[in-house]
């Protein structure tokens, strides 16, 4: 294998292991993580018992079962928070630790340090929405054994590409500007509220379903939910992977190229290491 993907490889499993190191080390933290995932998941069991009754036919789409709708939107409304946090989150501990400067002078490319910065908050959340779909599944009813499961590894992955280039996106803004949290925040916080993570979005007013058809998270959650729920074919999921699929071409090397310029703008800037 060229040097050129060994070396970057080799750097972003230097970066998963310092970060499963470190969270290992935290062992309570751990557990309540654990804690606290099984707790969401009886909340919103409990309370699709007392909500099901009045949803009518807006979840006939999604197999008529509010439990399963909302457990797949927060599953997957978690990577949809790693990717719109992590990139920043680790840019910011790299400026506060002073060792952002020492790995932009590496031989690593600048996009293999975003995706090496952010790996592992990708593996802990998968480890999380694994213990969302088993509590589901073994004990509280969720039902996929209609699943489509590779068109659901399809949609993963587009999911977390286009998640992920909105999160590298305010990192770049981070990085010339040295806050971006608030605007991150705001933007995550309307895309949970419009796009569908915990209600469909065809209870929305008219315009707010135009703009959440302007968000990846939007044909994300239909298409997951379609895959694992109801079984959906890969012609019934093909718009929603259309639509995923450019927002991928479209955002991921737009971010990776914004970053790349903020780099290089705070490095000419002697800013590198500000926050």
């Known amino acids: 294998m060229s040097k050129t993907i060994v070396y970057p490889l080799r750097s972003v499993w ?5 970060d499963y190191h470190v969270e290992i080390s935290y062992r309570l933290s751990f557990l309540l993580t654990i804690g606290g995932v099984v707790i969401k998941a009886l909340l919103f069991y409990f309370l699709s018992e007392f909500i099901e009754a009045s949803t009518g036919g807006l979840l006939g789409d ?3 079962d509010y439990f399963s709708f909302v457990i797949i939107g927060i599953a997957l409304g978690g990577y949809f928070s790693t ?14 630790t002073g060792t952002l400067e020492a790995m932009i002078l590496t031989p690593t490319p600048v996009s293999w340090l975003v995706i090496g910065s952010a790996a592992w908050s990708y593996v802990y959340t998968t480890f999380r929405v694994l213990i969302y779909l088993l509590v589901g599944a073994l004990f509280l009813g969720l039902d996929l054994s209609r699943a489509n ?7 993963l992955l587009l999911s977390i590409i286009s998640f992920a280039s909105l999160g590298i996106l305010s990192a770049s803004l981070i990085m010339v500007v040295k806050r971006g949290d608030p605007i ?6 309307v895309s949970n509220l419009i796009g569908g993570v915990y209600y469909p979005v065809a209870i929305l007013p008219a315009g707010l379903q135009v703009i959440a058809y302007l968000l990846p998270i939007t044909y994300a959650l239909r298409a997951m939910r379609g895959a694992l729920l ?3 074919t890969w012609p019934q999921l093909a718009p929603d992977i259309l639509a995923l699929s450019l927002f991928c071409l479209i955002l991921l090397p737009l971010a990776l190229w914004v970053f790349r310029y903020a780099v290089d703008r705070a490095r000419v800037a ?3 290491a500000h926050y």
């Open 14 to 18: 230097a970066f998963l292991v310092r």
């Open 62 to 64: 999604y197999g008529g």
């Open 83 to 96: 990717g719109l946090t992590s990139f920043s989150k680790a840019l910011r501990d790299s400026q506060t």
């Open 149 to 155: 499961y590779g068109a659901a590894v399809v949609v």
């Open 184 to 189: 991150t925040a705001v933007f995550g916080n």
């Open 230 to 232: 109801t079984g959906a």
């Open 270 to 272: 002697g800013t590198l």
